[in-house]
């Protein structure tokens, strides 16, 4: 079973950046996506990307802020976030799946998740 760790949460000033981390266990060939979720708020779904890395989707608050990338050489997919209002404060997971979809019930595996407070 696929385990996820997430890291490279932490503490940013507005307009700042932070690159998280979501590296796998072992390789998998799977659809990667970042979903938050902030206190009192449902989940969100943020990024995700295609197997090969040449798909890439984003959730509209993010779209032009954050970008997605993966190196499977590493085992390792990135979100880079740039441009980092208050309201990007959240918990952030990175997830699997089979297929290609923002639809959070479809990943099979999780990670446990990194915090990121972005101080206004």
């Known amino acids: 079973q696929v385990q996820l760790v997430e890291s490279g949460g932490g503490l940013v000033q507005a307009g700042g950046s932070l690159r998280l981390s979501c590296t796998a266990s072992e390789r998998f060939l799977n659809f990667v996506g970042w979903f938050r979720r902030a206190p009192g708020k449902e989940r969100e779904f943020v990024a995700l990307?295609?197997?090969?890395?040449?798909?890439?989707s984003y959730g509209d608050s993010v779209k032009g802020r954050f970008t997605i990338s993966r190196d499977d050489t590493k085992n390792t997919v990135y979100l880079q976030m740039t441009s980092l209002k208050p309201e990007d404060t959240a918990v952030y997971y990175c997830?699997?799946?089979?297929?290609?979809?923002?639809?959070?019930?479809?990943?099979?595996?999780w990670g446990r998740g990194t915090q990121v407070t972005v101080s206004s």
């Open positions: 997830a699997a799946a089979v297929r290609f979809t923002a639809w959070a019930p479809s990943y099979e595996y």
């Open positions: 990307i295609s197997r090969s890395g040449g798909s890439t």
